[in-house]
């Protein structure tokens, strides 16, 4: 498989073209943003490590029946994908109170949900990602009424699987960020599952061990991201 045109570089990876129309390159950078682009900087090995876990998450998933377009892992910081249209869309997954949530509603970070809490974001730079609902979802076009339930299905499915996955490292799942992308017609889950796009915390001492130690300043990020991957591959 030959490597053409980069068609996208974004804060954290760089998606490139292949001799194959319906196969794209995912290139994983250690650049690491915060706060819409407005904080910068370098985790040292995370473009590693998110290649290795996004990987291994995803064919966890496929295995259990949700489409992702991850084909193959091609080497420490590149894997072969599907070719996808991103729909413009962050789909959030939360199970305990942290982050934006925290914030918005006031509630104290680390509170147990009652349910799981799934929200959608419109994904637009400019606007900041803005919160949305699933009528303003249908009203501007951004996805069909059959998408925003397979998406909300997989998603919530997901989280399941994931939560059960990372308890058993000793690992509680607190939210995480999803973005699905259409293939031949059909949605799929693309983008990564990693440290940057999951809470990640220690279940006995809620210690961090995700992209919150680096947007907060809380030192040791290499580290945690070390110790995710650790984990997950025992
Ligand atoms: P939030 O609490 O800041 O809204 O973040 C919720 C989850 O989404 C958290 O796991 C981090 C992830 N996330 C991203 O992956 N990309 C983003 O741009 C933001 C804001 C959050």
Not at 31 to 56: H, P, Q, R, W
Not at 102 to 129: H, Q, S, W
Not at 189 to 214: G, I, M, Q, Y
């Amino acid at each position: 498989m030959m490597k053409k045109d980069m068609i996208y570089e974004g804060k954290a990876k760089k998606v490139f073209k292949t001799d194959d129309s319906k196969r794209y390159i995912v290139g994983y950078k250690d650049d690491a943003t915060a706060f819409n682009g407005e904080k910068k900087g370098t985790i040292v090995g995370k473009g590693i490590i998110n290649n290795k876990m996004s990987a291994l998450v995803f064919k966890l998933l496929e295995g259990r029946g949700i489409p992702t377009h991850f084909i193959d892992i091609l080497n420490d910081r590149e894997m072969m994908v599907k070719a996808v249209e991103i729909l413009p869309l962050e789909v959030i997954v939360r199970n305990v109170a942290a982050g934006s949530l925290a914030k918005r509603l006031g509630i104290d970070e680390g509170t147990e949900m009652k349910e799981p809490v799934l929200e959608f974001c419109y994904k637009n730079d400019d606007l900041g990602d803005p919160m949305i609902n699933e009528y303003h979802i249908k009203a501007i076009d951004l996805a069909t009424e059959e998408q925003i339930q397979l998406i909300k299905r997989y998603s919530l499915k997901i989280n399941e699987i994931l939560k059960r996955f990372f308890i058993e490292r000793n690992i509680k799942l607190v939210d995480f960020k999803l973005e699905f992308g259409t293939h031949d017609g059909e949605v799929i889950l693309a983008d990564e599952v990693s440290p940057d796009t999951c809470r990640l915390w220690d279940a006995d001492t809620n210690k961090k061990l995700d992209k919150d130690r680096f947007r907060r300043d809380l030192g040791d990020v290499e580290e945690a991201y070390n110790e995710v991957l650790g984990r997950i591959l025992f």
